[in-house]
């Protein structure tokens, strides 16, 4: 008598899913967890609750999958979609973190694992699913305004306060951010050039290194020479080196996120440095010069501030 194996939880074609009619605990995973998943292979599970109820979606503190490339899920993943909303939970991929848990806006949601042709992980993925009672899942709390709906001038000052283009993905959608990222540097239709070479896809413009050259040419603190006979006021001295390096705070305010007419560039935090340096006096009743090393101090600015000017 032949045994049949029992097969996997899900199929292998993409545009085809097992439903899942969720009346109690269950859990859905990839293939022969804990251990390394099969390569090449497409798992589909559409998890249908009740009208009246919505699911809760746990995973496994058991997690590996295939590592990001650029903090991107584009090899190996599993990826939630809440069905309801027509939108993507989250991505996720690699080991370093656990995934959080998450509930369902409706009564179904859609999980897809994927995987390629290299390096396949262990122990893959496990997610544990419940059901929950749409009052518990939806209590009456005031909801923070997201971004999409802040106005122009709230939205503008808070993405200007982030350092790169990942932040401001994570600020805009932090469970699908991955995804934006992906969509981000997909070339148009008019775009196609040698960066598709071997499937490998190089991005376009790198916004975060033209952020980072604004900032290097705005209001922050830079190197500036200044004289020391001048910046001590010591004309009855000769200073060796004559000029030495500080730090003083310059560049333009044209970014400047205070609503004003006019900004300038201001220290907010001074330190006061000692430099070592040859000083040349002449000595009184012309008996030529004193050479002494001595400790001149000299003003640092440590941090800057665009403020709106006084009138």
């Known amino acids: 008598m032949t045994t049949l194996m029992p097969s996997l939880s899900g199929v292998h074609d993409s545009h085809q899913e097992k439903l899942i009619t969720v009346s109690a605990e269950g859990m859905v995973h990839s293939p022969d967890f804990p251990h390394t998943y099969p390569r090449n292979i497409v798992l589909v599970w559409r998890l249908v609750a009740p009208s009246n109820m919505r699911i809760q979606l746990t995973f496994d503190e058991r997690f590996g999958l295939e590592d990001p490339e650029d903090d991107i899920c584009k090899y190996d993943f599993v990826e939630i979609e809440d069905l309801t909303e027509k939108t993507i939970l989250g991505r996720w991929c690699g080991s370093e973190s656990v995934p959080t848990s998450h509930t369902s806006k409706g009564s179904q949601v859609r999980v897809r694992f994927v995987s390629d042709e290299y390096f396949p992980s262990e122990p893959g993925f496990c997610i544990h699913y419940s059901l929950l009672p749409v009052s518990v899942s939806e209590p009456d709390i005031p909801a923070a305004v997201p971004p999409t709906l802040q106005g122009v001038e709230e939205l503008s000052e808070v993405v200007a306060g982030l350092s790169t283009v990942e932040e401001v993905m994570k600020y805009l959608e932090p469970e699908r951010w991955q995804l934006d990222m992906e969509e981000l540097y997909k070339p148009t239709w008019h775009v196609l050039g040698k960066s598709f070479i071997h499937n490998k896809k190089a991005r376009g413009a790198d916004l975060n290194l033209l952020r980072e050259e604004v900032r290097l040419y705005s209001c922050s603190p830079r190197n500036f020479s200044v004289s020391l006979r001048e910046e001590l006021k010591r004309t009855d001295a000769i200073f060796w080196p ?9 560049g333009n305010c044209a970014c400047c996120s205070h609503r004003c007419y006019d900004c300038q560039c201001v220290p907010t935090r001074v330190t006061k440095k000692y430099h070592e340096v040859l000083l040349l006096k002449h000595r009184s009743g012309g008996r030529g010069l004193q050479k002494s090393l001595s400790d001149v101090p ?7 501030a665009c403020v709106c000017k006084d009138d």
């Not at 004559?242 to 310059?250: A, D, I």
């Not at 000299?298 to 800057?304: I, N, R």
């Open 242 to 250: 004559s000029c030495l390096l500080v730090k003083r705070c310059g």
């Open 298 to 304: 000299l003003e640092h600015h440590e941090e800057c």
